[in-house]
Structures are given as structure tokens and as C-alpha cells.
């Protein structure tokens, strides 16, 4: 249980990631670490089932998409790609192993 509260479990598939294990829980989203069907090992921000029919919270979800698709610069993780797989919203991006920032 995080300290948002109970939430459901992900599904065990994303399209073509494996979802694993949570990492983090957030206000709107949680974050998994999943594997791509490649291999690679990935992370997966889903929006929170409590907010997955709410289109502002899709439209967020959407907006933070466009935005970090834009980005390129070493210290910020690669945007991988914006999915839906039934119903379940997600974003798919580089997963950096180390300490959060909250944490430092």
C-alpha cells in the first residue's frame, strides 16, 4: 500500500511492456519499471486508475507527452513514446538507476 492509498494492481502488459514492479507514486500517476519487448528495461508513468476516465487528467498526461518529447539534453531522461492500452494511459521513458531528486 503507498501513502496515496490502496490502488489497484497495473496489468501485466503495457502494448509491448512487461510491467514489473512500482517505483514511485505520484498525485495523478504511478511509475513502474517494465521490460520492452527488446529487452530493454524501461519506465512507465500510468496515470492513476482513480483519474484513467477524467480527460483533464488524460489531457495533462498528454500535454507532458508533447512537452518532453522535445527535450534532448543528457540530464533529462529520454521520452520513449505515449500509450493507451486499454484505457490504461501511459508514458514510456528511460529508466535511470540512482537516488531521486526529492531524496537528495
Known amino acids: 500500500m503507498s501513502e496515496k492509498g490502496p490502488s489497484a494492481p497495473p496489468p501485466a502488459r503495457l502494448g509491448r511492456y512487461e510491467v514489473r514492479a512500482k517505483i514511485a507514486d505520484g498525485g495523478m500517476a504511478a511509475v513502474y519499471v517494465a521490460r520492452r ?5 524501461v519506465a512507465i508513468k ?8 477524467n480527460k483533464e487528467f488524460l489531457t495533462m498526461l ?10 534532448r539534453h543528457p540530464n533529462i531522461v529520454r521520452y520513449y513514446e505515449l500509450g493507451d492500452d486499454g484505457g490504461h494511459a ?10 531521486s531528486l526529492w531524496n537528495v
Open 37 to 41: 519487448d527488446d529487452g530493454e528495461v
Open 46 to 53: 500510468m496515470i492513476r486508475e482513480e483519474f484513467a476516465r
Open 62 to 71: 498528454l500535454d507532458e507527452a508533447k512537452i518532453v518529447s522535445y527535450l
Open 90 to 99: 501511459f508514458i514510456a521513458m528511460e529508466l535511470l538507476f540512482g537516488q
